[in-house]
Structures are given as C-alpha cells and as structure tokens.
C-alpha cells in the first residue's frame, strides 16, 4: 500500500478493469442516490478513483469521507492529490456529514470505508469477526436517512503491479430501521467481502482499539 499510493496520489491513473459494475449501473440509474461502502481491502483508494473515471460525466461527483492528516504537510499532499476530476471529498466533520447527506438527497454518489474506528460518541461496539469492535454508525444513519442504495466495492490488486480490478455487488437484503441491528448488518457485509480475498484485508487495521477522544 505504501509503495502505490505515490502514483495514486500523485501519478497517471494505472490500468483499471472491472468485474462487475451491474451493482453500480443500477444503483446510479435508481436516482435514490448511492451509499458505496468498502473496508480496508484491496487497493480502497483506487474505488474512489475508479467511480468517479466511470460514472461522474453521467451522475455527478463522488463524494469520499476523509480523516484530514495530522501533519501539516501531509494534509496538504493528500489534499491536493484527492482533489480528481468527479471527485469531491470532505472531512469527518458535522459539515462533512450534512454534505453526503446532501450529494445522496440529490441522487448522487457516496463512498466511504465503515471499517474506520471513529471517535469516541460518534459509534458503537459491535461484533466484527466474532470480536466486539467500535463500529461507525455514519454508514448507516446515511443509508437510513436518505433511502440511498448500498452497493459494496473493493478493489483487487492484480499480480506484478499489472493493475486493479473493480468488483461491485449490492447490499443483497434491506438495512434494519433500527440502527443497532443496520450496524451490525454492515459489518456483517464487510466480513463478507473480506472473506472473498483475507489475502489483501490489512489485518494489522487497528480495528478493534479503544475510540480516540472526539
């Protein structure tokens, strides 16, 4: 991951593919906006990439949540680097969140990783791989709120640097109007995508670590 990000951020987008893209294509065409979800697999900053290079002439930006670097240089690169045609993204912060809500409402695209441990208030435990993990409760407060479509997406590295490709599959059943259970359903999906390749889930996530202060 370390070794790409370089490219993807700075350099020419590198060969895509795609497996699937009917998850996609129908979600779009639904015009009830799409909540695109993808855990820490694969290549995660390539689905961003990849959505907006397809789909952003005929629907609209993707809007990409972002936890803003603590470094100050840093910030800035990855700024300038994520600021790609079709693409627009927003910090996690209350403005960042009325801005999805926003982009879904207006029948455009969302995506996000609900795999990221959020701050201390802003989630809740529940179990992920059989083990109790602060879990995000955004992704589904989103989809609950706007009525969007859930499609899952992760990006498959290829062999010997020749490229990625895309795989898409809608949600498969309706979110819970309670959001305990909608959460827990989401990382149950994850668990799911995971499961089709462990071989490039970055393990070593801290995904099951105390919320840091808010």
């Given at each position: 991951?370390?070794?790409?990000?370089?490219?993807?951020?700075?350099?020419?987008?590198?060969?895509?593919?795609?497996?699937?893209?009917?998850?996609?294509?129908?979600?779009?065409?639904?015009?009830?906006?799409?909540?695109?979800?993808?855990?820490?697999l694969?290549?995660?900053?390539?689905?961003a990439?990849?959505?907006?290079?397809?789909?952003?002439g005929?629907y609209?930006?993707?809007?990409?949540?972002?936890?803003?670097?603590?470094?100050?240089?840093?910030?800035?690169?990855?700024?300038?680097?994520?600021?790609?045609?079709?693409l627009?993204?927003?910090p996690?912060?209350?403005?960042?969140?009325?801005?999805?809500?926003?982009?879904?409402?207006?029948?455009?695209?969302?995506?996000l990783?609900?795999?990221?441990?959020?701050?201390?208030?802003?989630?809740?435990?529940?179990?992920?791989?059989?083990?109790?993990?602060?879990?995000?409760?955004l992704?589904?407060r989103?989809?609950?709120?706007?009525?969007?479509?859930?499609v899952?997406?992760?990006?498959?590295?290829l062999?010997?640097?020749?490229?990625?490709?895309l795989?898409?599959?809608?949600?498969?059943?309706a979110?819970?109007?309670?959001?305990?259970?909608?959460?827990?359903?989401?990382?149950?999906?994850?668990?799911?995508?995971?499961?089709?390749?462990?071989?490039?889930?970055?393990?070593g996530?801290?995904?099951?670590?105390?919320?840091?202060?808010?």
């Open positions: 991951m370390s070794a790409e990000l370089p490219r993807l951020w700075l350099g020419a987008l590198p060969h895509l593919e795609w497996a699937d893209d009917r998850a996609a294509q129908e979600a779009y065409a639904s015009g009830q906006g799409v909540l695109f979800l993808t855990p820490h694969g290549c995660f900053e390539i689905t990439q990849a959505l907006a290079l397809r789909f952003s005929q609209g930006p993707l809007t990409v949540l972002y936890r803003p670097a603590r470094h100050a240089g840093l910030a800035e690169v990855m700024d300038l680097a994520r600021q790609r045609p079709g627009e993204t927003v996690t912060t209350l403005s960042g969140v009325r801005q999805m809500i926003k982009a879904l409402r207006a029948g455009q695209a969302v995506g990783l609900p795999d990221q441990v959020p701050p201390e208030g802003m989630g809740q435990w529940a179990p992920f791989f059989g083990k109790p993990a602060y879990t995000m409760t992704a589904a989103l989809a609950l709120q706007t009525g969007a479509r859930v899952l997406i992760w990006g498959e590295r062999s010997w640097g020749r490229g990625y490709r795989h898409t599959q809608p949600l498969g059943y979110l819970s109007d309670d959001l305990d259970t909608a959460v827990v359903q989401i990382n149950q999906a994850m668990e799911g995508l995971i499961g089709q390749c462990p071989a490039q889930y970055i393990w996530y801290a995904r099951y670590k105390k919320p840091r202060k808010s």
